[in-house]
């Protein structure tokens, strides 16, 4: 079966009559763990692709060869956290798509209440002809989310509901952290995971006391929360 590998660790070393030996943990992307003996698994990055022939026993995986498909370049990190290699425009890429598709299932959650809200002024039979435009205007900005349409054509004449729209407040693209904590706590405040936080600086879990958080935000700020949230504008304001 192919593994996509999240992270390597050794677990457990020792000594037999062959010589010393090490249990190495496999981690893959979606968090399941395989061991293995073979060392040539410490060599395998974030990342890195393999094909193994997995087995079970009491609810535990391994395998004992494996075959390597791909295995990106190794990211070497100082004692300070400094050396992060950067694919500022593969992780733009990513994440840009990764907007692009929440964006994509909001329109058509948006579009499902706007025809549901048509459908249930006509079932009751209680239209009248202060609610014919509504209605019109329900399934034209509907189809409009459903067609990638620009809606600012569409709605431009229909009034601001809620008085003027509230100016987001923009994350500071600069900023100080006491600890590692603040530093993950601001990345969950702008939608940014953990462990997307750890694939884009490229730092195992292992190694986070070692983070050094600004030049960490600086990566993540310009790979995924500033492309994201230029995306989320565009689609906003219809462009």
Request: aromatic share 6%; net charge negative.
């Given at each position: 079966m192919k593994i996509t590998v999240r992270e390597?660790?050794?677990?457990?070393?020792?000594?037999?009559?062959?010589?010393?030996?090490?249990?190495?943990?496999?981690?893959?992307?979606?968090g399941t763990g395989y061991t293995t003996f073979d060392k040539?698994?410490?060599?395998?990055?974030?990342?890195?692709?393999?094909?193994?022939?997995?087995?079970?026993k009491e609810g535990k995986a391994?395998?004992?060869?494996?075959?390597?498909?791909?295995?990106?370049?190794?990211?070497?990190?100082?004692a300070n956290g400094g050396g992060y290699k950067k694919n500022v425009?593969?992780?733009?890429?990513?994440?840009?798509?990764?907007a692009k598709l929440q964006a994509i299932e909001r329109a058509s959650i948006e579009?499902?209440?706007?025809?549901?809200?048509?459908?249930?002024l006509l079932i009751k039979d209680k239209v009248f002809d202060d609610s014919v435009p509504l209605i019109d205007a329900a399934l034209k900005w509907g189809l409009s989310k459903l067609t990638a349409t620009e809606l600012k054509e569409?709605?431009?004449?229909m009034p601001?509901?809620?008085?003027?729209?509230?100016?987001?407040?923009?994350?500071?693209?600069?900023?100080?952290?006491?600890?590692?904590?603040?530093?993950?706590?601001?990345?969950?405040?702008?939608?940014?995971?953990?462990?997307?936080?750890?694939?884009?600086?490229?730092c195992k879990e292992a190694d986070v006391s070692k983070i050094n958080t600004e030049e960490a935000w600086q990566v993540v700020y310009e790979t995924i929360i500033k492309p994201s949230k230029k995306l989320f504008d565009e689609e906003k304001s219809g462009k």
């Open positions: 390597v660790a050794v677990v457990k070393t020792g000594q037999s009559e062959k010589g010393d030996w090490e249990l190495i943990k496999v981690t893959s992307d979606d040539k698994a410490k060599q395998l990055n974030a990342g890195a692709v393999i094909e193994a022939e997995v087995t079970l391994s395998f004992k060869k494996f075959e390597v498909i791909s295995n990106p370049e190794a990211v070497a990190t100082s425009d593969g992780m733009k890429i990513e994440y840009a798509l990764k579009a499902q209440t706007a025809y549901r809200g048509a459908i249930e569409q709605l431009g004449s601001t509901i809620g008085g003027p729209e509230k100016k987001e407040k923009q994350p500071n693209p600069d900023p100080k952290f006491a600890n590692v904590g603040e530093f993950f706590t601001a990345c969950d405040k702008e939608g940014v995971s953990r462990s997307d936080v750890l694939k884009a600086i490229q």
